[in-house]
């Protein structure tokens, strides 16, 4: 019964470190000072992903962090999470 016990103890243990990693997700940063139309004058490192894409930065250098601004609050995700895997590729990245 002890050996079981053992066994069944050490197979629990052993399957806790073959969970997947987690998938980055989503978070909200809170704009102190900012609205959403003074965002690109007051943080440096968003940038907007088009003028016909109101409200919609990119985040950092590259173009793998979206963030949308909802009156003082931006939700930031990675591009696949955010608009699909299926037309995320199509969304124009302004890297400047």
Same mark, same amino acid.
């Given at each position: 019964?002890?050996? &079981? =016990?053992?066994?069944?103890?050490?197979?629990?243990?052993?399957? @806790? +470190?073959?969970?997947? #990693?987690?998938?980055?997700?989503?978070y909200?940063?809170? *704009? +102190?000072? +900012? =609205?959403?139309?003074? &965002? #690109? !004058?007051?943080? @440096?490192? *968003?940038?907007?992903?088009?003028?016909?894409l109101?409200? +919609? $930065?990119?985040?950092? !250098?590259?173009?793998e962090? &979206?963030c949308? %601004?909802? $009156?003082?609050?931006? *939700?930031?995700?990675?591009?696949?999470i $955010?608009f699909?895997?299926?037309?995320? $590729?199509?969304?124009? %990245?302004?890297?400047?």
């Amino acid at each position: 019964m002890k050996m &079981i =016990s053992v066994l069944l103890l050490l197979g629990v243990l052993l399957g @806790a +470190h073959t969970v997947p #990693p987690q998938r980055p997700s989503c978070y909200k940063r809170v *704009l +102190h000072d +900012h =609205s959403c139309h003074s &965002i #690109p !004058e007051g943080m @440096a490192s *968003l940038r907007r992903v088009d003028e016909s894409l109101q409200d +919609h $930065f990119w985040e950092g !250098e590259g173009c793998e962090t &979206i963030c949308y %601004c909802n $009156f003082k609050e931006l *939700l930031c995700c990675p591009k696949e999470i $955010f608009f699909g895997p299926k037309i995320s $590729f199509v969304i124009p %990245c302004n890297s400047k």
